[in-house]
């Protein structure tokens, strides 16, 4: 099957700071992809959808000023946390999609911890 | 606003047991449906998709129904092992080809020894 790979897996970092996230694409191209937040037992929660070249698209609720999204190649999407505070800690997951629209590929995830 | 319900939220069985997942969805104009697994700190596992046509897919002990009508999918799984203790995850996707997967908040299986 098709295999998406994130990176880091993990990271600390202090408040205030910034952090990115890759997610990418590795062997097949990412017309789509998404990017969910999941808390402690809690499910997945969808934060936005993005198309490669073009802006995402947010949930509501989710603040775009505070998460960057670039879609920049059919491979490689980034997540950005700005300024992020303790309560952004979460377990973030990416997803792709190929053009062919049929099934989504699902990152391993990663964790931030905010202190 | 599609909604996904799993039941039971957590299960425990003993080693061996068949048992059955739940899954529910208030919009069932879906595209498909698919089944995950989630390892504690773990990303996701796709265990069985199931297209709006098909009534059913399977996968070694694994078998997916899909009642489209109704709005309910059950995931069995036979002869369970502690292996499969996991978290499994039920998410639907609409019938608008570029829509996303909306997830349920999942059922907790533990299979003890």
């Known amino acids: 099957g098709a295999v998406v790979s994130q990176h880091p897996s993990w990271v600390i970092c202090k408040s205030g700071t910034s952090v990115k996230i890759e997610c990418r694409s590795l062997?097949?191209?990412?017309?789509?992809m998404f990017w969910y937040r999941q808390f402690p037992k809690q499910s997945l929660m969808l934060m936005a959808t993005?198309?490669?070249?073009?802006?995402?698209?947010?949930e509501q609720g989710v603040e775009k000023d505070k998460f960057l999204i670039n879609h920049a190649s059919l491979t490689l999407s980034t997540l950005t946390v700005t300024s992020a505070h303790p309560e952004d800690s979460s377990f973030y997951i990416c997803?792709?999609?190929?053009?062919?629209?049929?099934?989504?590929?699902f990152g391993p995830g990663t964790r931030l911890t905010v202190t | 606003k599609q909604e996904v319900t799993q039941i039971p939220a957590a299960l425990s069985v003993p080693e061996g047991e068949n048992l059955v997942l739940n899954c529910s969805f208030t919009d069932s104009a879906i595209y498909n449906l698919q089944w995950f697994r989630q390892d504690p700190g773990k990303g996701l596992t796709s265990l069985l998709l199931i297209q709006s046509s098909q009534r059913e897919q399977t996968s070694g002990r694994l078998n997916a129904s899909l009642d489209k009508s109704s709005g309910r999918s059950t995931l069995y799984i036979a002869a369970s092992q502690p292996g499969d203790s996991a978290t499994y995850l039920c998410?639907?996707?609409?019938?608008?080809?570029?829509?996303?997967?909306?997830f349920g908040k999942g059922t907790m299986l533990l299979v003890s020894p």
């Open positions: 997803s792709a999609r190929d053009a062919s629209g049929y099934e989504q590929y």
């Open positions: 062997d097949f191209q990412a017309t789509t």
């Open positions: 998410a639907v996707r609409l019938n608008s080809g570029y829509s996303t997967l909306t």
């Open positions: 993005s198309n490669e070249g073009s802006k995402a698209t947010y």
